[in-house]
């Protein structure tokens, strides 16, 4: 496992039950943790290949696989049937070559100097080439290693972020191509609007990327793997996903952790993080007392305050103050006052009690409804854990 992310996971051994505890590696600490359900992760990555068809699969693992550890994550894939990962950065790479995992990578970051164009042929990473300037270094750098390199071309049809612009695609392809120290491995482009119930700019991106590829058919270049379907256009119905039929991969992200990219998007996902505490102090407050930093919110009557152990450095959204919630011996209480680094507070309905457990997010409170109301997206939230919140490994 890389030294990155060992500190961060823990192998969790499920009672004879069934019933979540606490393992070895977690008591005598702080009472948090994210449980990483695997079973959660081969569930969704099923549902994905059945969606996919007869194309290849490419699980996106990138951010340390979305906060649930990339190295447990990446070999539960592997071993679900998954042949082709994708991350980042050069990094997240040889992290999971150092975890053992072997499968191609795919670097959707790009290469951007010699060190990190080096290090991703000794990890035998495959590049992505955004502009022209990388299809050389990588050439120089492959010449210098006696290697021939794979590499893939990123189209931009409208996402206005990375990838080379539709009228120049084609040739910084064929260039590719024709570089005796590169192959072209693969052409993609990413959408940007798929988790929209308007699919129609979804189809333009589609439109564009066939021209390019007709323009590689007519220069008698095969374009090797072809993807642009991401969860969202996976989710949203064959109409999306089968709309390029030269397609011959889909590259999901974040179905694969159990989470819808948008809300009107339906599919028998299951939840594969479950971030939790348990109650560390209890309180009384009376009515018109305040709570936490800057008085910022006042009993309207007496109540019973919670304080659980986890904070913004762990990834609770300073922006659920005064209106998220969490789930306290299976009732909802609400976060009330600001979010500390450490430790927030909750109302509770009845007196709660030192040890009572508390669910931030998970399959009982799902991602997306806590990261509607602290208004972030529950990508920020499953990235956002904190390295000091175990990832507690169960199968």
Known sequence: MASGSAARERVFAPTASGSSEWGEAVRGERPTAADIRLSAIRANFALAARLAGDREVISVVKADGYGHGAAAVAAALVAAGCARLAVVTVAEALALRDAGISVPILVLGGIHDAVGADALIAAGAIPVVQRAEQLELLAARARAAGVR??????????????????????????????????????????????????????????RRFGVVLAELRERGIDPGQVHLANSAALMA?????????????????????????????????????????????????????????????????????ATLPIGYADGIPVSSANRGRVLLGGRFAGIVGRVSMDFITVSAVSEPSIGDAAVLFGPELPVEEVAARADTLAYSLLVGVGPRVPRVICD
């Not at 206005?160 to 590169?182: H, T």
């Not at 072209?184 to 189809?203: M, T």
């Open 149 to 206: 390199l794979r590499a893939q071309v990123e189209v931009d049809t409208g996402m206005q972020r990375m990838g080379v612009a539709v009228a120049d695609a084609a040739a910084l392809i064929a260039r590719l191509a024709a570089e005796s120290q590169l192959k072209l491995d693969g052409v993609f482009s990413h959408f940007a609007q798929a988790d929209e119930p308007d699919l129609g700019p979804s189809f333009e991106q589609v």
């Open 237 to 305: 119905g064959a109409e999306l996903a089968d709309a390029l039929p030269e397609a011959t991969a889909v590259r999901p992200g974040l179905m694969l952790y159990g989470v819808r990219p948008a809300p009107h998007l339906q599919g028998e996902l299951q939840a594969a993080m479950r971030l939790h505490t348990r109650v560390v102090q209890v309180r009384r407050v009376r009515a018109g007392e305040s709570v936490g930093y800057g008085a910022t919110w006042r009993a309207p009557d007496d109540c019973w305050i």
